[in-house]
């Protein structure tokens, strides 16, 4: 059984995501902190609304009409070549995602334990750590970067009564937390470039971009269906049951921009053309 890592947005349609772990404060900290392994997959950052009924009804309705059309005119046109290049297209780049997906996990079992971590200490005590596994390694820099300009807000405001009572002294200790401020964002900088140089030199950083890429391709794929506008009954019915079985259910469903796409297929080119023109002059 396939064991899918959270940490990856392109993952969003097919799974969805877990819920982010909050960054650990440690004022002192004794032992490094370790992560949960977090929630499940099944529900990541991306609300997704169906557009095509799964009910059998549906499902024959759209058989019936193919077959009356077929039986109705036999020199009816059939698919194009187009359409099916379209969705053997889709076919290939869904393997290949879940090719990529086996690998990067595989690798990120291998080298990134589930309460593996990214710690910063900070010059004003304690830390900030983030979890590694499940986010994106430029998900974690910026989360830490706003965990670690927090913790020196947080300082600076304890620093008003100071700056009431003795303004000079209390100059000084602002432009002293704004030098230690920015020398902790050095390090989460460098600890940042270390963990990625760790993850290439195992293959692993290569295997998550390569899982980013298939997930991206894939998506772009099931929108170039959804965007096909179909010339006859026959298009209809083979575009509708391939939706049906391949953007519904455990595949995933159509997220918005799918929707729309497939809305406006049925719709003339001089319709959609109208549309952005009336948009265009509406933010002119």
């Known amino acids: 059984m396939m064991n899918v890592s959270p940490g990856f947005p392109q993952l969003r349609r097919l799974f969805g995501s877990p819920q982010g772990h909050d960054s650990v404060s440690i004022e002192g900290r004794a032992t490094p902190p370790t992560i949960e392994a977090g929630t ?30 077929r039986a109705g005119d036999a020199s009816a046109p059939g698919v194009s070549r187009e359409l099916e290049g379209l969705i053997e297209a889709k076919h290939a780049a869904y393997a290949r995602f879940i090719a990529a997906i086996d ?66 002294l209390g100059k000084q200790s602002t432009a002293a937390l704004r030098k230690a401020e920015q020398a902790d964002l ?15 030199a195992v293959g692993l950083e290569q295997a998550i971009n390569e899982r980013n890429e298939a997930s991206d391709a894939e998506r772009y794929a099931l929108n170039a269906v959804c965007s096909y506008r179909c010339t006859s009954m026959e298009e209809h019915r083979v575009r509708a049951e391939f939706l049906m079985e391949f953007a519904t259910g455990k595949y995933g469903d159509l997220q918005t921009e799918d929707i729309d796409a497939l809305l406006w297929s049925f719709l003339p080119v001089e319709a959609l053309d109208a549309a952005v023109e009336a948009v265009e002059r509406k933010a002119g």
């Open 186 to 200: 050095r390090t989460l900088k460098r600890l940042i470039k270390e963990e990625r140089a760790r993850r290439s």
């Open 103 to 168: 690998v990067a996990t595989d690798l990120e079992d291998a080298y990134l334990p589930k309460t593996a971590e990214l710690y910063v200490p900070l010059s004003i005590g304690g830390g900030q750590s983030r979890s590694l596994r499940y986010s994106e390694l430029e998900s974690v820099g910026a989360d830490l970067s706003d965990d670690i300009k927090r913790r020196y807000a947080e300082q600076q405001q304890k620093l008003a009564t100071l700056a009431k009572v003795a303004p000079d």
């Open 40 to 69: 499940s997959i099944m529900n990541q950052h991306v609300n997704r609304r169906a557009i095509l009924s799964s009910s059998a009804i549906a499902t024959a309705a759209i058989t019936v009409a193919g077959q009356e059309a």
